[in-house]
């Protein structure tokens, strides 16, 4: 066996060597023991005793962690044996009726098929969504639809239990109630889409408090039918308005219940008091105007009950940014903006009181009666000496025009808006005379509905009449086809449905024929209609890109953007701060880019249609809320598509774009493109034309992919008053059509100095991705 020992040395010339951890520079320091390691020596670890200052912060740690352990103890004893027993969820039972959007039938009454398992899944849903954004939200637990019952293929009941935690929140049948009235009384319901509840069904009581239904049943051979009696409705009434505070208001009329539930002037006057040091704190500039409209709102007169008036949805959005944070949660559930009226909705709503004032205080007057509207109510240019009292505004331009010129032959708008749709379609015509018009351009495009010929203001339907008495059956459908589309065509659609004879049952209305239904064009004189038999009409596929405020005589493109020049124009703002541009594909669908979104946390965004001046808001205006993005899977592309939460209206001023068909028409040397950027400093929109370059100038100060569009400004440093922002559409139209195409979105923001300084324009191309765009739009709206 050989033995291995430790040598004696490792250097023979030394016998005691040392590695030194310690510097030997020039500058000295005081060497410690414990960093020398002696290879003579042995190792040795030695325990230092605690000093008398060590033990006394040993013993307070060790005092510490025996007061928690004491602590947990008490707390597990206190809840165990001293807590309250827990009083378990409180369950309300609720129902409400189905009207339109869905119906009963046998197998919804029976809990086991799939149909009522979808069916119940669907109300639960909807109805979880709307608690727990309520008021209710940190004490609700949830709902359980219970039945469904009804008459077959008539009106659908629903019945459901609502659970609430008392612990967490105080609250009574009533506000469960109005919380879901306020939801089915509004006329877009986020909830309750594609859906018309009955109010006067509506019923929340607790379970104790449940009153016994009284039912008449009838056998049938499959199963019994339970019909339920509710309590009858009484009609919503205009009366005086009586709280003295509120005077001031322009109207002496109001109704109840009130926006916030008070159903007489004694409930609102034991609330008023705190409303009123609400007015005095000063939060909000017009504070008095719109709190008494809550308290007193408007009323008018209509059929078969008057109508409440509220504040519009910009005057109440205005107003909770100044007080909002002043207001309870209870308060809070009852305004809330998205259930108050558009303006460009056409039913009539308060707007701000003050607009021109508020201009001039801004420093903003010679906006006053420029041509381009600023206030919702249409006040900054109706106050001006072209336009007189009583006189419809034409919407763009300097020009007022009586009501009869409207349809009278001759164009005298700027843009023969008075003299378009004069042949339409709408789907009722007492409906049509409610809305509140401020011009003569269509509050919306109407799909399908009666046709209505309006001459000189007044509306008559076409009667079908005197053709069933003149000419035989397969005439009489040539000419009414024939008048189907060219009445589809004349309003941009591009395809004709359905057409139809059908029965008029709405009453005291006017009636036009034909003149001569074999003239090349058709003219249109007043009758008697004893039968009431008149045409219904259904198109489709509205025309994509199309600049319906523009004639070829009548506009021309200038470089500031007034309203209607470019209606899928689409501003993104996240809590009211413009961040981002996007381009409207449909009616419910955005397209703009991913790095808006980038590096965002997640908060509130909403798209706003219609605006060409960032700090004011016009009639036509239209907001939307975003609830969805997707992203696009082609490969180095960033364009994004974004999903709005209800469609929008189309009309005049908010219109799709066009998709490119041809993957070649941005590099045809004749295409005229354009993209849209904000002017600084006066927040106006502005047209900028771009042409596509090679993409060297582009790779020279970015990075460009396959994907990648290089465009420069046709007119270079003189067109560089403008900033682009990220989400910018690149349009492109063919000299061969009036129709703009979508050809690229930016996905940075864009802002231009002097020549070769400027930062390159560059798109993300839209052809390439085209398909999945189509099949994702497709595919979503399915669902």
């Not at 008449?216 to 005086?240: G, N």
């Not at 023969?416 to 351009?441: F, N, Q, W, Y």
Request: net charge neutral; hydrophobic share 35%.
């Amino acid at each position: 066996m050989t033995e291995f020992q430790k040598p004696k040395n490792y250097n023979n010339n030394r016998e005691n060597t040392s590695i030194s951890t310690v510097s030997t520079g020039h500058r000295r320091y005081r060497k410690s023991a414990c960093s020398i390691i002696s290879s003579d020596s042995d190792i040795r670890f030695t325990r230092r005793k605690l000093t008398s200052q060590t033990r006394c912060g040993c013993c307070i740690i060790a005092t510490f962690l025996l007061f928690l352990l004491v602590a947990a103890a008490a707390v597990y004893v206190g809840y165990t044996y001293f807590l309250p027993e827990y009083p378990g969820d409180q369950i309300y039972k609720g129902t409400f009726r189905v009207i339109e959007g869905d119906a009963f039938s046998m197998e919804l009454a029976d809990p086991s098929t799939n149909k009522f398992k979808a069916t119940s899944r669907d109300y639960q849903e909807r109805l979880n969504l709307l608690f727990r954004r309520s008021s209710v939200k940190h004490g609700y637990r949830g709902i359980d639809v219970l039945a469904l019952d009804g008459t077959e293929d008539q009106d659908l009941i629903v019945h459901f239990d609502i659970k609430i935690d008392p612990t967490y929140v105080d609250i009574k049948a009533e506000n469960l109630e109005a919380i879901l009235a306020n939801e089915i009384s509004v006329e877009e319901s986020l909830f309750f889409r594609n859906l018309t509840i009955d109010a006067n069904s509506l019923e929340v009581k607790p379970v104790d408090a449940l009153p016994q239904m009284i039912t008449s049943t009838a056998e049938t051979t499959a199963m019994s039918e339970a019909m339920v009696t509710f309590a009858p409705y009484v009609p919503r009434k205009c009366a005086p308005l009586s709280l003295r505070y509120c005077d001031n208001l322009g109207y002496n009329i109001t109704t109840y219940p009130n926006v916030l539930g008070h159903r007489s002037v004694k409930e609102v006057r034991e609330n008023v008091i705190s409303f009123r040091e609400l007015i005095d704190a000063e939060c909000y500039r017009h504070a008095y105007e719109f709190v008494c409209q809550l308290l007193q709102p408007g009323c008018q007169s209509g059929d078969l009950e008057d109508e409440i008036i509220l504040p519009c949805r910009s005057f109440c959005r205005e107003f909770l940014a100044g007080c909002g944070s002043r207001l309870t949660e209870k308060v809070k559930a009852f305004i809330d903006c998205t259930k108050f009226p558009e303006f460009s909705t056409g039913k009539r709503c308060f707007s701000k009181p003050g607009c021109v004032d508020e201009l001039k205080t801004k420093a903003l007057s010679p906006r006053i009666c420029d041509g381009t509207i600023d206030c919702p109510d249409l006040s900054d240019e109706k106050s001006c000496s072209y336009c007189a009292m009583n006189q419809y505004h034409c919407g763009i331009g300097r020009t007022c025009i009586q009501k009869s010129q409207r349809c009278d032959g001759r164009e005298d708008c700027p843009d023969g808006s008075d003299e378009r749709a004069c042949l339409t379609l709408l789907p009722k015509v007492k409906e049509d005379a409610k809305i509140h018009k401020i011009s003569p351009h269509e509050i919306s495009y109407h799909q399908e509905g009666f046709v209505v010929f309006n001459e000189r203001g007044d509306l008559g339907k076409l009667c079908v009449e005197s053709l069933n008495r003149t000419l035989s059956e397969n005439k009489t459908e040539e000419v009414l086809s024939t008048v189907a589309v060219s009445l589809c065509k004349a309003l941009k659609y591009q395809d004709v449905k359905s057409h139809q004879v059908v029965k008029d049952y709405e009453d005291n209305i006017s009636y036009v024929k034909i003149k001569d239904p074999f003239a090349e064009d058709l003219n249109f004189i007043k009758t008697k209609c004893s039968s009431k038999q008149v045409l219904k009409v259904s198109c489709e596929n509205l025309d994509c890109g199309i600049q319906s405020t523009h004639s070829k005589t009548s506009r021309v493109l200038q470089k500031m953007s007034t309203h209607g020049d470019w209606p899928w124009h689409a501003s993104l703002f996240k809590e009211e701060v413009h961040i981002c541009d996007a381009i409207l594909l449909s009616s419910t669908w955005l397209a703009t880019t991913m790095s808006c979104f980038q590096g965002q946390p997640k908060a509130e965004w909403t798209a706003r249609f219609g605006v060409v001046r960032l700090s004011s808001t016009s009639p036509w205006e239209q907001e939307r809320r975003i609830i969805g993005m997707v992203k696009s899977p082609v490969e180095g592309s960033t364009v994004a598509l974004v999903r709005l939460d209800h469609p929008v209206n189309f009309n005049d001023f908010v219109r799709p774009i066009c998709l490119p068909d041809d993957k070649n028409i941005a590099f045809t040397p004749s295409v005229h493109c354009t993209t849209l950027g904000w002017a600084r400093g006066r927040e106006q929109l502005q047209r900028v034309q771009v042409k596509i370059t090679d993409k060297e100038k582009c790779e020279n100060v970015s990075i460009s992919s396959v994907n990648s569009i290089c465009t420069e400004t046709i007119h270079g440093q003189h067109d560089c008053n403008e900033e682009e922002f990220a989400g910018s559409s690149m349009v492109c139209k063919s000299p061969i059509s009036d129709q703009w195409t979508l050809i690229g979105v930016t996905n940075w923001r864009i802002a231009c100095t002097k020549t070769g300084m400027e930062r390159p324009r560059m798109y993300d191309k839209i052809a390439s991705n085209i398909e999945w765009i189509r099949e994702t739009i497709a595919n979503l709206n399915t669902t």
